[in-house]
């Protein structure tokens, strides 16, 4: 958080300099920012900081523009789980709860194409069942997908959903022909947006549909084994949608452990402006999706189940706590009351 500063004896170095100091607890700093700087450098180096100050984590916020606010904690805001409250009217859907906690909720429209990845047991299954029970209780939402384990998009079988989905890998023609549907209507949809538009809007009639590809290497195993044309045919699918259907309603969410090049190429990761890592195997996994992410993937490597590293549209890079919608049973029954 340092400046060089040329002076005429030399250079020398300028550093924020603390104009309080509340011993606390909570122990408090206010700064005042260098010209120039920003909170959002500070919070970025806050992880490196927050040891040499004896803390272990640091809550910062603005005061005022030129003013900084650092809040020492003595405990990981993310220790304590977030329970997903499904009520309506809730303002968007819940992403997770930061480290300054709060809520981090988007709108199901401003969502981005997403990719996730987590090891077995980080959590990752568990974020996907709050996002689509979520999604799944909004009448103007399409969860379509493909799932090759069936845990995930079985509960919509039955459901107005569940024509675009396709769950198991014993039928794989299903795959690609549900994948193809999905094409046919992006296709249609960018036909029919009207000339002096250049976003479709969604709602009534023209939900947004959200096409989950939970564990999308496996999918990909499958189809290549059996036949590499209709592989290549399928990522060629999947490669369209994230390229084009964004502005015609269409968001596409992967899933997978490892986000490994083979799988989620540059160009598909390109798309994808959110991007979300639960624990992984290695900080080099880490920085697959996040590639700012030198001070945290070190640590990333051993987070707890739930915890997660998110790069996101006009955030900086930082870590949440996905919320906890509860046992299996209860996304089951979540999505079927909402779909
Ligand atoms: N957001 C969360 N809050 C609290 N606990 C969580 C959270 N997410 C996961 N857990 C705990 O971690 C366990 C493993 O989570 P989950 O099944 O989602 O992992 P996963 O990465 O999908 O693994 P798998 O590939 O085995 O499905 C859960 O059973 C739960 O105990």
């Given at each position: ?19 309080s100091v509340v011993l606390g607890p909570p122990t408090v700093l206010v ?27 640091l809550r910062?916020e603005?005061r ?5 606010r650092i809040e020492l ?267």
């Amino acid at each position: 958080m340092c400046r060089q500063v040329d002076t005429p004896s030399g250079v020398t170095v300028s550093t924020p300099p603390l104009v309080s100091v509340v011993l606390g607890p909570p122990t408090v700093l206010v700064a005042r920012l260098l010209p120039g700087q920003l909170v959002g450098d500070l919070r970025r180096a806050s992880y490196r900081l927050a040891g040499h100050l004896g803390a272990v984590a640091l809550r910062i916020e603005p005061r005022g523009l030129t003013y900084a606010r650092i809040e020492l904690l003595a405990a990981d805001p993310l220790d304590a789980v977030l329970p997903l409250d499904l009520t309506p009217a809730r303002g968007g859907v819940l992403l997770g709860r930061d480290e300054a906690g709060c809520e981090v909720r988007v709108e199901p429209v401003e969502l981005p194409h997403l990719v996730v990845q987590g090891q077995t047991r980080s959590g990752k299954s568990a974020f996907l069942y709050a996002l689509i029970a979520q999604l799944a209780s909004d009448d103007d939402v399409t969860v379509a997908g493909v799932d090759p384990s069936g845990l995930t998009l079985r509960p919509f079988a039955g459901t107005r959903h569940g024509e675009h989905q396709t769950c198991g890998l014993a039928d794989l023609d299903r795959i690609e022909k549900v994948l193809a549907g999905l094409v046919a209507e992006m296709d249609h949809r960018l036909t029919v947006m009207p000339a002096d538009r250049d976003i479709m809007a969604t709602g009534p009639g023209v939900p947004l549909i959200v096409v989950v590809l939970d564990e999308y290497p496996a999918t990909l195993r499958a189809l290549d084994a059996a036949d590499t044309k209709q592989g290549k045919r399928v990522r060629a699918l999947v490669a369209r949608l994230l390229a084009e259907s964004h502005k015609v309603g269409f968001r596409v969410v992967i899933a997978a452990q490892r986000a490994e090049a083979a799988i989620v190429g540059a160009a598909e990761r390109a798309q994808a402006a959110g991007r979300l890592s639960f624990r992984v195997d290695s900080p080099d996994t880490v920085k697959l999706l996040h590639s700012d992410a030198d001070d945290l993937a070190g640590a990333h490597t051993t987070a707890p189940p739930g915890i997660a590293l998110l790069t996101w549209p006009g955030r900086p890079l930082s870590r949440i706590r996905a919320p906890w919608i509860g046992s299996y049973a209860a996304f089951v029954s979540a999505v079927e009351r909402g779909a």
